[in-house]
């Protein structure tokens, strides 16, 4: 199984991996047609994944030593469980490494992941226009929310509503 591949290996992300985490994030947001939004640093991301407060977590997934996947997860809770869950911000494979499943192999690591830290759930979005990835779920198992809307404040509307202007 290609989660067993002597050529593929899992392993946390360390703080010394954030310019290649970086990289990586940028090849996602190219795919994604996303780079006019895109603002990472490898400062940041050491501040959020490594400082004080870490508020999320990365798995590499390294192809005969070479960095080619990311996963980056938190927790996050629902209430009517009353159980923690872990969430899935972003992941991604380089496109030469693709159909080696490296992804599923991430997917399945993170499910370890919940399953072992106890969660009720493990979830994560998709872009309406990436079918490829939404059939690919779909095939793992995986339930679309599909009644489900989600909603998001950024810029300068989170910031105007944090100061009573909206």
């Given at each position: 199984?290609?989660?067993?591949?002597?050529?593929?290996?899992?392993?946390?992300?360390?703080?010394?991996?954030?310019?290649?985490?970086?990289?990586?994030?940028?090849?996602?947001?190219?795919?994604?047609?996303?780079?006019?939004?895109?603002?990472?640093?490898?400062?940041?991301?050491?501040?959020?994944?490594?400082g004080e407060r870490p508020?999320?977590?990365?798995?590499?997934?390294?192809?005969?030593?070479?960095?080619v996947a990311f996963a980056?997860?938190?927790?996050?809770?629902?209430?009517?469980?009353?159980?923690?869950?872990?969430?899935?911000?972003?992941?991604?494979?380089?496109?030469?490494?693709?159909?080696?499943?490296?992804?599923?192999?991430?997917?399945?690591?993170?499910?370890?992941?919940?399953?072992?830290?106890?969660?009720?759930?493990?979830?994560?979005?998709?872009?309406?226009?990436?079918?490829?990835?939404?059939?690919?779920?779909?095939?793992?198992?995986?339930?679309?929310?599909?009644?489900?809307?989600?909603?998001?404040?950024?810029?300068?509307?989170?910031?105007?509503?944090?100061?009573?202007?909206?």
């Amino acid at each position: 199984m290609p989660e067993h591949s002597p050529s593929l290996r899992i392993r946390p992300a360390r703080e010394e991996d954030c310019a290649v985490i970086v990289e990586l994030i940028r090849g996602l947001a190219q795919f994604e047609k996303l780079t006019h939004v895109f603002e990472a640093t490898p400062e940041h991301l050491r501040e959020h994944l490594f400082g004080e407060r870490p508020c999320a977590e990365v798995l590499i997934g390294e192809w005969e030593g070479k960095p080619v996947a990311f996963a980056l997860f938190f927790q996050n809770y629902s209430t009517f469980l009353c159980r923690p869950g872990l969430y899935l911000e972003d992941v991604f494979v380089v496109p030469e490494f693709r159909s080696k499943g490296i992804g599923k192999a991430m997917l399945v690591r993170l499910a370890q992941i919940a399953v072992e830290r106890g969660c009720g759930r493990f979830e994560w979005a998709v872009l309406d226009w990436n079918t490829k990835a939404i059939d690919f779920y779909k095939r793992l198992g995986a339930v679309a929310m599909d009644d489900w809307t989600i909603f998001r404040m950024s810029g300068d509307s989170l910031k105007n509503f944090a100061e009573g202007k909206a």
